[in-house]
């Protein structure tokens, strides 16, 4: 089955650095990847959905890129604000246009 | 996009009752599921919430334990039966809306706590 490895369960940044978070999965390559936000006490907020066949992905700060050969993603966020500090999911379709499976999260924390 | 309200936000039960959480959405939507998010980890599919069906639940999960009705588009239930102290977790439940590329909306989440 499908597996997903955020490798840092937590990250601590200095503001106005560049945060950059892991997604690795060990199965089939997805049709497509999406990271969420999680602040606590609330549901992931969808922010950015890459597809197998695009290399890089970017909305305002946010950066996304997608190797398929290295099974891998990664997140960044540039310019860091104690505001981006919250939980940060990985998210694979679990079937074709349906569900997901989510990594555990990495925990960023972005200090002033 | 989609607004998604879940009640209730948070509760404390006993163990060996049942809790029964609502989903309502401000739109139709033809896929809605109910998630499960243990203390520290990631969030797990419980099942897949069929409208006019029974639902299609995940590996581990079954219908005796975590009956859910889907009476129409825009409105579900999750109920978590004979509940213990490893049922404490937050239950989320996300919809897809029509036209979305698989991004899913979810809902602010269910507290529970099992005592």
């Known amino acids: 089955s499908q597996k997903i490895e955020q490798n840092s369960e937590a990250l601590n940044i200095q503001e106005g650095k560049t945060a950059t978070l892991t997604c690795n999965y060990t199965n089939y390559s997805p049709a497509y990847l999406q990271w969420y936000r999680q602040d606590p006490g609330r549901g992931p907020v969808f922010l950015l959905l890459i597809r197998e066949n695009e290399k890089e992905k970017r909305k305002e700060r946010l950066k996304v890129t997608f190797d398929t050969t290295l099974k891998q993603s990664l997140f960044h966020i540039t310019a860091s604000q104690p505001a981006d500090s919250a939980t940060y999911l990985c998210?694979?379709?679990?079937?074709?246009?349906?569900?997901?499976?989510f990594g555990k999260g990495t925990t960023l924390s972005v200090s002033s | 996009s989609a607004v998604i309200s879940q009640k209730p936000s948070r509760d404390i039960c006993q163990r060996g009752t049942s809790l029964t959480i609502q989903c309502q959405v401000d739109?139709?939507?033809?896929?809605m599921f109910w998630y499960r998010q243990q203390p520290g980890q990631s969030l797990t599919l419980i099942a897949t919430?069929?409208?006019?069906?029974?639902?299609?639940?995940e590996s581990g999960f079954v219908i005796d334990k975590f009956p859910i009705s889907r009476p129409n588009l825009t409105f579900s239930t999750l109920t978590v039966s004979n509940m213990s102290p490893e049922d404490s977790s937050i239950y989320l439940c996300s919809v897809l809306p029509s036209g979305s590329y698989n991004e899913q909306f979810f809902g602010p989440g269910t507290r529970l706590t099992v005592l």
């Open positions: 739109s139709q939507v033809t896929m």
């Open positions: 919430a069929n409208q006019g069906s029974e639902a299609t639940y």
């Open positions: 998210a694979l379709e679990y079937q074709a246009g349906t569900a997901l499976i």
